[in-house]
């Protein structure tokens, strides 16, 4: 930073370098028609999708409309609880507001009979297993605990299927 | 100059708050119903441009999952500014006169009621001097009128029949949000709210959308039989700073003006962005316009101010009633910023 040339008359004055003006914004999430749907179901142990009337992908969680052909979504599809890890991270990296303990697994899963993949945790079994086309399964918080969000799912686990061919999932790496 | 024109216009119903849909829930009948009122199939668009901000929803990139809306697949060529969608057909009036652009789509919205508009408005102004203080746009809308009131440039009895006027016009306005028969000298008799402005003197907060079509040239006069070109079209900016502006006038507009061409003609009607009843008195004065001019047919944005999309509508309506043929020559403005800081200016005629 270049030194500053004051007048006179300010020479010996102290510079304001920087300052700190907080500054906080708080929002009321609105989901919309399809994300609530998708909510709610989650909140009875079920994960539903909407299919486009166009193209016929299943999208999950559903947000109303297809992003590839611009139109509505409202067809409803009922998805399986397993699915294929697409891709995946594994986490070494501390950061504010971590609950996981390190090393963890963050993936990318393709439930079955959808067409985009959801992101989640995998767990019950080493990280340095975890690869692309594991078969997996969600493992649900208990009946008493469920809710209308995505932590009603603990983690996923492997479900002990052979791993998927890579044609069953090559559109959504 | 290429010609350019307004060939369709379509809106929400405006709200406080639609809780029940969220961005792109809201904004896709809209552009459904822009795309049907041009007579055009969605593969006939060869440009996108959109306005809005992500602070009103408090949801970062929420401008891209709109994208959902418009179905950007095969890939399409588009663009966004976080500003009124004004602004964004102004881009879009721009890319046109480039020549490879025949049909375009504007579109913005605004969804206020997730979050505290007066706050969040804060976060335009300058970050050092006004930003910590969160002085909100009511009360700098107030220090305005004090301003304007003390110049003499406006008195409180036409701040009071600004909005008589307005939500008399707002009856035959389906998406407008305040409408209703009132006395100015009822009104006057009303408490302040941010001294000297009362409550009715302030814009509602709403949640809504707008789209519009333009088109250029002869597509423009195969798809619509009464195109409202756009005959000039300019936007200027004043300084960030509130303290070096004379806030008794509007210098950008009457520049924007100027150099859209305002005067070269008789205006027949004008749609007047001015979210504040003391702001149209100053706007009128700017664009020099005589009584004899119908300013906001539709109540302005005193019956209903999506953030982001109020100025688009103004186009919009104006745009319309050259298209139906109630007017000839119509004057449409946008505004952005804490006190009529930035203003565009667009002069709409029909053939
Ligand atoms: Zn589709």
């Known amino acids: ?173 | 100059m290429r010609d350019v024109a307004i060939i369709s216009f379509a809106q929400t119903q405006h709200r406080r708050a639609v809780r029940e849909l969220n961005e792109v829930e809201m904004l896709m009948p809209v552009l459904v119903d822009v795309v049907a009122k041009a007579g055009i199939t969605k593969d006939r668009i060869d440009f996108v441009c959109s306005g809005s901000a992500d602070y009103l929803a408090g949801m970062a990139f929420s401008f891209v999952m709109t994208l959902d809306g418009v179905g950007p697949w095969p890939p399409i060529s588009e663009s966004h500014v976080d500003m009124d969608g004004a602004w964004a057909l102004y881009e879009a009036w721009v890319k046109m006169q480039m020549g490879d652009v025949d049909v375009a789509l504007v579109y913005s919205y605004g969804k206020s009621s997730p979050g505290n508009l007066r706050r969040v408005l804060t976060r335009q102004l300058d970050p050092y001097y006004l930003a910590p203080m969160w002085p909100d746009p009511v009360s700098l809308a107030a220090l305005q009128a004090r301003a304007a009131l003390d110049a003499g440039v406006v008195t409180e009895t036409e701040m009071a029949e600004v909005v008589a006027a307005s939500r008399r016009a707002a009856l035959s306005n389906p998406s407008a949000q305040l409408r209703g028969e009132v006395e100015a000298s009822s009104l006057l008799s009303e408490e302040y709210f941010v001294a000297p402005l009362r409550r009715h003197d302030c814009p509602p907060i709403s949640d809504g959308a707008a789209a519009v079509i333009l088109a250029a040239d002869d597509v423009a006069r195969q798809l619509c039989e009464r195109p409202a070109w756009i005959r000039g079209i300019d936007h200027r900016i004043e300084p960030h700073s509130l303290g070096v502006r004379d806030l008794t006038r509007s210098v950008s507009t009457e520049q924007a003006a100027t150099h859209a061409g305002v005067d070269k003609d008789k205006i027949d009607l004008a749609e007047l962005h001015a979210p504040f009843s003391h702001q149209e008195v100053i706007l009128r004065r700017a664009l020099g316009l005589g009584d004899e001019v119908a300013v906001n047919p539709s109540g302005g944005a005193l019956a209903a101010n999506p953030i982001m999309a109020a100025g688009l509508i103004r186009l919009g309506e104006a745009a319309t009633r050259i298209t139906c043929g109630a007017a000839d020559r119509a004057v449409a403005h946008a505004t952005s910023g804490p006190c009529l800081q930035q203003n565009l200016v667009c002069v709409l005629e029909g053939e």
């Not at chain 1, 109303?64 to 397993?82: F, K, N, R, Y």
């Not at chain 1, 078969?135 to 603990?154: F, N, Q, Y």
Request: charge should be negative; glycine fraction near 6%.
């Open chain 1, 1 to 173: 930073m270049p030194e500053l040339i004051l007048p006179a008359r300010l020479q010996g004055i102290e510079q304001v370098r920087s300052f700190r003006a907080p500054a906080r914004l708080d929002y009321q999430f609105t989901a919309g028609l399809a994300t609530t749907r998708f909510l709610r179901a989650v909140a009875e142990k079920r994960l539903v999708g909407q299919r486009c009337p166009k193209c016929q992908k299943v999208y999950v969680p559903p947000r109303g409309a297809c992003p590839t052909d611009g139109v509505p979504t409202e067809e409803e599809v009922e998805l399986a609880h397993s699915g294929t890890v697409t891709t995946f991270c594994v986490v070494n990296v501390q950061f504010y507001g971590q609950v996981m303990e390190l090393p963890y697994v963050s993936a990318l899963i393709l439930l079955d009979g959808s067409d985009i993949p959801i992101m989640h945790l995998i767990q019950e079994v080493p990280y340095d297993q975890v690869h692309m086309g594991m078969r997996v399964e969600a493992v649900w918080v208990p009946d008493d605990e469920l809710g209308p969000t995505l932590e009603s799912i603990k983690y996923f686990r492997p479900n002990g299927e052979p791993d998927a061919d890579w044609e069953t999932y090559k559109d959504n790496v």
